[in-house]
């Protein structure tokens, strides 16, 4: 499936044209329940679905659990939409991309409220199953539009904002030295990486407009990238951390890259592991006991890492091996 973008501060406004071409009878909207308000989204939304049948969705927990995927697949199903809007963090994205898969496969729209993600640029989704990390892919999974308006980012806190731009972060260098990586991601992955590594620190610190724009595009980038790459060891050693240990997924993710870097030892990238350890010094992020991780959990944590990404990793990695990066950042 070809995907429509619209990529620009304002460009939510689109909303209202895509609604009238498919004039749908009801749509189902799903959103974060702060973030939707917060990101100014609200309004610009209500005006575009004004006089359709609308179920606001938005139970939904922090994780895309396999629980509330199925909760709302009864939603769904019982509302029987014809247009579906997500509007969103990544596991927002992803869990309505889950929904709209399971139960109807119509048109999406994916609009994030954060610069991270990039969900709304794949064709995949997280779904947390009895305690692991599994994923559903299909090329119909990918939204018909998204729509990447960086004002909706602007008013997102640093606690929000800081590990959506370091998954960003992981998922362009990932993308770039992933196995599966084609000219055309690594051109996606490179450009995105220029954009997230000069716009990190004053999007986060300074929540400088035009870094946070920059940042928008990037994650957006980095998104499109992993579509056709996928991402590498860094994410698949990271999904117990947030499922166990509550670690925001960019966090978990960000921890592994200096030891991965150093492991997969490739050239090519502008910035070295000694750069990314400075950076999350700089953030506040050393070490997986600042999380509550005990040494003592090292060795379920890395038992239960999924392999599944570990085939594009460039370097292999025996399943052996897998507890060593754990006992780097312990
Ligand atoms: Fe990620």
Not at 72 to 77: N, P, Q, W
Not at 287 to 293: A, E, I, P
Request: aromatic fraction near 8%; proline fraction near 5%.
């Amino acid at each position: 499936m070809k995907q429509t973008e619209y990529i620009g501060a304002g460009e939510l406004s689109k909303l209202s044209g895509i609604v009238q071409d498919f004039a749908p009878s009801k749509v189902f909207l799903i959103t974060g329940k702060s973030s939707y308000i917060a990101s100014g989204a609200t309004q610009l939304v209500e005006l575009a679905l004004a006089g359709i049948d609308v179920l606001h969705y938005t139970d939904i927990s922090a994780l895309p659990l396999d629980e509330d995927i199925k909760k709302g697949v009864i939603a769904y199903t019982s509302f029987n939409p014809d247009l579906v809007i997500a509007v969103g963090g990544g596991h927002v994205i992803d869990m309505t991309k889950s929904i709209n898969f399971l139960a109807g496969k119509k048109p999406l729209v994916a609009i994030p409220t954060t610069a991270g993600t990039g969900s709304e640029a794949t064709s995949f989704s997280v779904v947390y199953k009895n305690g692991r990390k599994t994923s559903l892919e299909s090329p119909d999974m990918l939204p018909m539009f998204a729509i990447v308006d960086p004002n909706l980012a602007m008013s997102v806190s640093r606690e929000t904002a800081l590990p959506s731009a370091l998954d960003a972060l992981c998922q362009a260098i990932e993308s770039f030295w992933s196995n599966k990586a084609t000219e055309e991601s690594r051109g996606y992955a490179r450009q995105a990486l220029q954009l997230i590594w000069k716009n990190i620190i004053p999007a986060i610190e300074k929540r400088d407009s035009g870094a946070i724009t920059a940042l928008c595009i990037g994650a957006h980038l980095a998104g499109k990238a992993i579509n056709i790459s996928k991402t590498t060891a860094c994410h698949a050693f990271s999904y117990g951390l947030t499922y166990r240990f509550g670690v925001p997924h960019g966090i978990a993710v960000a921890l592994f890259l200096p030891s991965v870097y150093r492991y997969n030892n490739v050239s090519g990238l502008s910035m070295s592991p000694e750069d990314i350890e400075g950076l999350l010094r700089r953030f506040g992020i050393t070490n997986l006991s600042q999380y509550g991780v005990k040494p003592s959990d090292i060795a379920m944590l890395a038992a239960e890492v999924n392999t599944e990404r570990l085939g594009n990793n460039p370097r292999v990695i025996r399943e052996g091996d897998i507890i060593n990066f754990f006992q780097k950042i312990v």
